[in-house]
């Protein structure tokens, strides 16, 4: 029986970039829908399920995808809520890469540094990217810095972790100018930047300034850079005695992830993959023991 990957996709458009991924994951037919909502969706839901017996919806899955994070976690959770017994498929949230974006950023921090008990600040903290490392960081029981513009708006953050991880070890902060960015990163040993495009969080030179910061992991592909001192394509690069990874130094596994996340789908009909689930997976395909 062949298998079916149906995209759900929030905006107009079903995204390109997850289509091109989908067939990258050797996935046999895929149906792509744009403009899905929680109020359109249960009857593309239903027609993912009494198409096929129990016995074979493992060869039919579910990916959500689209612009619009929070539109996404919304359309993730009225799907699942549409299963019952044993009619559902597998089914994955990635909505603009959220989720293996920050899983990969996350796994590559663990290829050279302990997390646990770790300070790390996670500057752009208020955004989908920045609240998933946020999370990961603090699953792996790091001190977690989560900077915003607004302390409001830092302190809601928190409190979005801390709903997920309830141990997590959290501090709001808010910054707006890079001289502020660089001294709440003068004391921690780990720099995430995860902001909107065209933010530069720390100014050129900052790295040589920051002698307690080990590693900075820059997620913004587009210029300016996040980190002025990180390239788009560093992986792993040591400057200033700090390692860095540009958004393409993560994007390497990120895809990885993604193509193996995509093809784990059809290994059952019941996989929920969100952000915890791929960053089990981002750990495995890094060759992290978990």
Same mark, same amino acid.
């Given at each position: 029986m062949k298998s079916i990957l149906i995209q759900f996709d929030t905006d107009a458009l079903p995204s390109v970039f997850d289509r091109v991924v989908a067939v990258d994951s050797n996935v046999e037919h895929l149906f792509s829908y744009g403009g899905v909502t929680p109020e359109n969706v249960v009857g593309l839901v239903h027609g993912s399920i009494?198409?096929?017996?129990? @016995?074979d919806l493992k060869n039919t899955a579910i990916f959500v995808g689209g612009s619009d994070v929070a539109a996404g976690e919304v359309l993730f959770k009225k799907i699942q809520k549409t299963f019952f017994g044993p009619m559902r498929v597998s089914v994955m949230m990635d909505s603009n890469g959220c989720n293996t974006t920050a899983a990969a950023a996350?796994? !590559?921090?663990? #290829?050279? *540094? !302990?997390? @646990? =008990?770790? !300070?790390?600040i996670v500057l752009g903290a208020t955004g989908p990217v920045g609240l998933r490392a946020a999370e990961l960081l603090a699953l792996e029981n790091s001190r977690v810095t989560l900077v915003s513009r607004t302390l409001d708006r830092a302190e809601a953050a928190c409190e979005s972790v801390r709903a997920k991880v309830a141990s997590a070890r959290l501090t709001p902060a808010a910054a707006s100018t890079p001289e502020e960015f660089e001294k709440l990163a003068g004391n921690q040993q780990i720099v995430i @930047?995860?902001? @909107? +495009? &065209?933010v530069c969080f720390l100014s050129e030179g900052a790295l040589a300034r920051l002698d307690d910061v080990k590693l900075a992991i820059d997620l913004n592909a587009v210029p300016?850079? &996040?980190? +002025? =001192?990180? &390239?788009?394509?560093d992986k792993a690069v040591e400057k200033h005695g700090t390692i860095c990874y540009g958004a393409l130094g993560?994007? &390497? *596994? #990120?895809?990885?992830v993604h193509k193996r996340a995509v093809a784990s789908l059809f290994e059952s009909n019941t996989a929920v993959l969100e952000t915890r689930a791929l960053y089990e997976l981002a750990l495995k395909v890094a060759g992290i023991s978990a």
């Open positions: 009494f198409t096929r017996g129990p @016995a996350i796994a !590559s921090a663990r #290829k050279h *540094l !302990s997390l @646990a =008990d770790a !300070s790390a @930047a995860a902001g @909107a +495009a &065209g300016p850079a &996040g980190l +002025a =001192d990180v &390239g788009v394509m993560v994007g &390497g *596994l #990120k895809m990885k």
